[in-house]
């Protein structure tokens, strides 16, 4: 597993959040991990949305640069993972790349097995998308524990 895809809605809140995290947490452990995020419904060449890139420089991640692009079947075949946001994503994705339904899960369902989503912060004041990263960072530290089980049984 080397390359992880992150999808949302419009790519500029939750998944540019999700692989802004995910990049740095797999560099900060020194994992080859790297990964891209699109959407179904994507803002294609839009900057991530402001709270969002807020929300990340909280984190000490800079998402400044994250430009929206359409997910499509050059993408979704390059990526060993695929992280949806919601089941509903999840299903967009099973139905219209039907050959890739086995990499294709949602982010709690990899990282805990929860039948739930990640809510979309867009539209919303800054406190709901600080609420959002963090929900998403504690995903996204069990999709590397589970990608990497020797960092857990190392204690590092």
């Known amino acids: 597993m ?39 419904a994507a803002l294609v060449k839009e900057p991530a949305a402001p709270h969002a890139v807020r929300a990340m420089e909280e984190l000490g991640i800079d998402i400044r640069g ?8 050059a993408v979704i075949q390059s990526a060993d993972l695929v992280l949806t946001m919601t089941p509903r994503h999840r299903e967009t994705l099973h139905r219209n790349f039907p050959e890739f339904r086995e990499k294709i899960r949602t982010l709690p369902e990899y990282s805990t097995g929860s039948a739930t989503g990640i809510a979309d ?13 963090r929900e998403i960072l504690r995903h996204v ?11 857990r049984t190392s204690g590092t």
């Open 2 to 40: 080397e390359r992880v895809l992150f999808i949302c809605t419009a790519n500029i809140c939750r998944s540019p959040m999700a692989g802004g995290i995910f990049d740095a947490l797999a560099e900060d452990m020194r994992l080859s991990f790297r990964s891209e995020s699109a959407g179904v």
């Open 66 to 73: 994250h430009r929206a692009r359409q997910v499509d079947e």
């Open 121 to 133: 912060p867009y539209g919303y004041d800054f406190s709901v998308y600080r609420t959002s990263a």
């Open 141 to 151: 530290e069990l999709v590397l524990e589970r990608l990497n089980p020797e960092q």
